[in-house]
């Protein structure tokens, strides 16, 4: 894999956006039943995600022949997925709120991420060799929030 000369401005943006997920994640949630409920979310969500993302991956990958070393599932608040230079792909566990073609679109951005780690030209006709309609998924994926 070749590193572009964007890397270490990408790597050093998504270190503050994950910088954020953390002070945002030690904020106490004031009443307990709301963390009850949210905590059972997650839960549910994170043993579907662990029965579909890993395989989903898996699949698109397999098709379009790109190389991930593992799988890792998340549940950031600010997004949905993340491909690191050591070549984890990590999905949100909350993909499996929304739509499959959106799902399916986040999975190839991030696969498309291990050729390009930034978001270039190059890397967008890569995504959209794997997915034509990418802008209005990219768009309606603006209406569903990672967060749970
Ligand atoms: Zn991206």
């Known amino acids: 894999m070749s590193v572009p000369k964007h890397t270490s401005d990408f790597l050093a943006k998504r270190f503050l956006s994950s910088n954020r997920?953390?002070?945002?994640?030690?904020?106490?949630?004031?009443?307990?039943?709301?963390?009850?409920?949210?905590?059972?979310?997650?839960?549910?969500?994170?043993?579907?995600?662990r029965e579909y993302l890993p395989y989903r991956l898996e699949y698109h990958a397999k098709l379009y022949g790109y190389n991930y070393s593992k799988c890792r599932l998340t549940h950031a608040n600010t997004r949905w997925g993340s491909c690191s230079s050591n070549r984890t792909i990590s999905l949100n566990i909350g993909l499996m709120k929304v739509p499959e073609p959106l799902r399916d679109y986040v999975i190839?951005?991030?696969?498309?991420h291990l050729n390009h780690m930034d978001h270039s030209r190059a890397f967008w006709a890569e995504v959209a060799s794997h997915d034509k309609n990418y802008r209005s998924h990219e768009k309606k994926l603006k209406m569903f929030n990672p967060g749970i």
């Open 21 to 49: 997920k953390m002070i945002r994640e030690k904020l106490p949630i004031k009443d307990p039943k709301e963390q009850r409920a949210r905590d059972y979310q997650k839960k549910i969500l994170m043993k579907k995600a």
């Open 108 to 112: 190839l951005h991030e696969l498309a």
